[in-house]
């Protein structure tokens, strides 16, 4: 079959024009390794007139705003295994709150699925609208995780960073991604890979099947994806001891064996243990040292498998019936590590001993479980499916009316086993009974059956959620300009949306326990298209102007009304240049676990303090309800040019400006908070010494719980429940650049770059607070990422180099402030189309890739490890698992 140069380039030429004033391959270069058949695809989708994500009108790209797309030629080049990785991979997502790998920022908490969503310019990790197919799909109420959809079924995916809810409604207020699947495919495509790094694995496998026919057709396809787990304990900058690196000693004294600790003196326990015949030999002021994260995950082990399928079919010339659909399942593993505390022992312990020789009646031990229980973990997923049915009436004069129903389910579970039994561990440190007793001195003498009752606690955390969803568009030409025709787009939507949220906290005996939410949205929109001048009106200096307006009425049965606009124009002086620019409004409900929290409790946590003399504090963190949230707001406008100076030249610039107020903050999982306390100074999040010891006392007597030893005494505590704190402004500029050339001996060279460039991202805790600049600063958004690719197709061979830029930063959680270096890892891909051998091998590629080609390590950051990701490096900047090796099949029958 053979790769078809001048084919691939009328394709990219096609998305050229599809986008409009937007740039089509941002990304990397969209004609790098089509398939003949690939671009056969894409001829036959063209025919179709294509809604363009940003807009409801047919054929009209989103006039004002800019518009990234990575085509099915960019997803087959990438060696990412998932949807999520896929668009991760832009400059413009940041991983920051919503990942798999790190759950330390603002909505990470919630993550308990350890889930991915979309974070454009790092602005909010639920500020982001995925679609399905242009149409809504069902969240677990947070976000949505792009690894539904199977990537062999993707045509293309479309984003819109810009504000959109006066089109889409609510959450779209950083922009839009749209998950485009593959319609017009003819065949049968199988594909698989496997991948390796050091101490890690992964391998994919799918076959995609599509059927066009006379009257209509229809695709299947199904992916199936099985990663391993990445243990810290392989990572060697993964550590609490950073001296090496010229940081401080991380290490804390939680160990095994542990340390003694009698009126603030400390005694390491030596490694035989310890008991009233040797304790004299203690030395004071010693103590053990060690990882208090030793054994964590920082990758969790994940497999998933995904179906998605559509069809259309003609009832009669001018009415189709069509759908589509999918379904999804995700697994996790966990390892959290060893579970460690510091532990009151009182003398009536049958194993006690006072290294000190006063007649203390309790001593406290820091110690940690290692020797007792096995490494603590949390395992789960979510399993959701969802379909959508219509009908397609195509009306007099180029209008069309469509009108659909989706239903769809989730579930999302969350489950450990092994929790520390306070209660039962408190009995047993008091107990005299050396049968009975808890042994933390070093020898190992506790029973067995002791052990297995005092690891038993249950957190279960199941959220069930359905969605109803009523659709109806209708749109048309409605008057010309010129020659241009003005159109217009008229809908309605209806949500009915109903959530359970479960938890059962505590014995083995503890049923679930669920709360019940419901929510209905009733929306209607209006968008019109005005093309002033154009084609047969269009005058020197004057090619082209497009203005567009829209509107969008969203009335929630909970939360209220809102009501957002959005304006669009784009100039164009000649055929290549075009001026374009954007305002919108728009709009963020709160979701149901933000109102209500996912379970009400206090919870033991260790923070790291730049006031302590050991770099942490031990504090109790609140987590509740909160039920005077209030819904987020955003206003939003873009600039922006696009230049063609030649048709294998394409530059884009795009300006972009978003205010975004009452932003839902939750600070439970942000161990890192103690770093800017006097941000929060008068706002109770953060109180210590007597102030804390009051706060938690009047929460107990409320009946509010603590899970885990809390320290004595208590000296800090974090409410870490949702409140509507945030306030930000962020600005800066997109930019990408497309250059692709042709030669007749040495085959095609193709060259793209894509960028984003924050020159503003200012925060205030609240909106009478002072703005604070956090551009640049750890876990906010960088100034600088970009991509930078280059390929070169000659023949049956395709060879690509990628360049992947993040920017440094500066750590402000120590003093004195830390600069974080660059990360810079590079990437190599090479395909081999195999169709010249004949007989088999037709439509045979095979592929090679390797990842971080120089195995460049995370730059060194100094922080402590955190049971929510990071430590000794920045899990939201940087890719822990190092060089990585791909190797891949496709066939295409």
Request: aromatic letters at 10%.
């Amino acid at each position: 079959m053979g790769i078809n140069m001048k084919k691939n380039a009328s394709s990219l030429k096609r998305r050229r024009l599809l986008a409009g004033a937007a740039i089509a391959a941002l990304a990397a270069p969209g004609s790098a390794y089509a398939q003949e058949a690939n671009a056969e695809d894409a001829a036959a989708q063209a025919e179709d007139v294509i809604t363009v994500t940003g807009s409801r009108i047919r054929g009209v790209a989103p006039v004002g705003s800019p518009l990234i797309q990575l085509g099915r030629d960019e997803i087959e080049q990438s060696s990412a295994v998932t949807t999520d990785r896929l668009i991760r991979e832009i400059p413009q997502v940041f991983d920051l709150g919503v990942s798999e790998n790190s759950r330390a920022q603002a909505g990470g908490n919630s993550n308990i699925t350890y889930g991915n969503s979309v974070n454009l310019r790092g602005i909010g990790p639920y500020a982001t609208l995925i679609l399905v197919n242009s149409h809504r799909a069902l969240t677990n109420t947070r976000s949505l995780d792009p690894s539904i959809m199977p990537t062999l079924a993707l045509e293309r995916v479309e984003v819109v960073a810009d504000g959109a809810s006066a089109i889409y409604g609510s959450d779209a207020i950083a922009g839009v991604v749209n998950l485009i699947p593959r319609t017009s495919f003819d065949g049968l495509e199988v594909m698989g890979r496997y991948s390796v790094a050091d101490n890690f694995d992964e391998y994919q496998v799918g076959a995609v099947f599509g059927k066009t026919f006379e009257r209509g057709r229809f695709m299947v396809a199904y992916e199936h994806v099985d990663r391993s787990n990445l243990s810290g304990d392989d990572r060697d900058f993964f550590r609490a001891d950073q001296r090496e690196d010229g940081g401080p000693d991380y290490r804390t004294n939680q160990c095994a064996p542990g340390t003694i600790i009698v009126d603030g003196e400390t005694y390491a326990i030596p490694a035989g243990g310890v008991t009233p015949a040797n304790a004299g030999s203690l030395q004071p002021g010693t103590q053990n040292l060690c990882n208090s994260q030793l054994g964590q995950d920082l990758f969790p082990e994940t497999s998933y498998d995904s179906v998605y399928g559509n069809f259309a079919l003609d009832l009669t010339g001018n009415l189709t019936f069509f759908g589509d659909g999918y379904y999804s399942k995700r697994d996790f593993r966990r390892f959290s590590g060893y579970q460690n505390a510091t532990l009151t022992v009182p003398d009536t312990n049958a194993f006690f001993v006072d290294p000190s020789a006063s007649g203390a009646t309790s001593v406290q031990v820091a110690y940690n479980f290692m020797n007792d229980f096995p490494k603590a973990q949390t395992a789960g997923g979510t399993e959701s499916w969802q379909t959508v049915n219509g009908l397609r009436l195509a009306l007099p004069n180029e209008w069309q009316i469509e009108a659909s129903v989706g239903y769809g389910k989730s579930e999302d579970v969350s489950n450990s086993f092994d929790g520390l039994n306070n209660g039962a561990l408190t009995a047993a440190l008091a107990s005299s009974d050396p049968a009975a007793a808890f042994d933390p001195f070093g020898l190992n003498r506790t029973s067995q059956s002791v052990l297995s009752g005092l690891n038993d606690q249950i957190f279960l955390a199941p959220t069930l959620n359905e969605l109803l969803l009523y659709m109806a568009n209708v749109d048309g030409p409605i008057f010309s300009i010129g020659g241009n025709e003005a159109r217009l787009a008229i809908g309605f939507e209806r949500q009915e949306i109903d959530s359970s949220l479960g938890v059962a906290r505590g014995a083995p005996t503890t049923p679930l326990r669920f709360r019940d939410f419901s929510r209905n949205v009733n929306s209607g929109y209006a968008e019109i298209f005005l093309p002033i001048v154009g084609g047969a009106n269009a005058s020197q200096g004057l090619e082209r102007l497009e203005l567009t307006a829209a509107v969008r009425y969203d009335d929630y049965s909970d939360v209220g009304d809102t009501l957002n606009p959005k304006f669009g124009v784009v100039y164009a002086p000649t055929d290549s240049l075009a001026f374009r620019g954007s305002f919108g409004t728009s709009f963020r409900a709160p979701i149901f676990g933000s109102i209500y929290g996912n379970s009400n409790a206090m919870f033991v946590q260790r923070y790291q303090d730049p006031t302590s003399p050991t770099g942490s504090t031990i504090g109790l963190a609140r987590s509740g309800p909160n039920l005077d949230l209030a819904p987020e707001e955003a206003t939003t406008w873009t600039a922006g040019a696009d230049w063609s100076p030649a048709d294998n030249l394409t530059f884009a610039l795009t300006y972009f400006n978003v205010k975004y107020e009452g932003q839902v903050q939750n600070y439970l999982p942000d161990l890192a908070i103690l770093g800017r306390e006097e941000a929060f100074e008068g706002t109770g999040i953060i109180l210590r010494d007597q102030a804390a010891r009051d706060q938690v006392q009047e929460f107990l007597d409320e009946g509010i719980p603590i899970f885990g030893v809390a320290p004595d005494p208590i000296t800090l505590f974090v409410d870490g429940r949702n409140y509507n704190l945030g306030v930000s402004k962020t600005a800066g500029f997109d930019f990408q650049g497309v250059y692709d050339i042709d030669t007749d001996s040495m085959g095609s060279f193709d060259f793209s770059l894509n960028g984003t460039w924050l020159t503003k991202y200012e925060v205030a805790i609240t909106d009478q607070a002072e703005l604070i600049d956090r551009l640049d600063t750890i876990f906010n958004p960088l100034d600088f990422k970009a991509r930078a690719a280059a390929t070169w197709s000659y023949g049956a061979s395709t060879a690509r180099i990628q360049v992947n830029y993040v920017g440094g930063y500066d750590n402000d959680f120590v003093t004195p402030v830390q600069h974080v270096g660059a990360y810079k890892p590079v990437d190599l891909t090479w395909r081999y189309d195999l169709s010249g051998v004949g007989g088999l091998a037709e439509g045979l590629i095979f592929g090679f890739d390797v990842r971080n080609v120089f195995d460049e390590d995370p730059p060194y950051v100094n922080i402590a490890p955190a049971g929510n990701g990071s430590g000794g490096y920045d899990a939201t900047t940087t890719n822990p698992v190092g060089r990585t090796f791909s190797f891949s099949l496709r066939k295409r029958f």
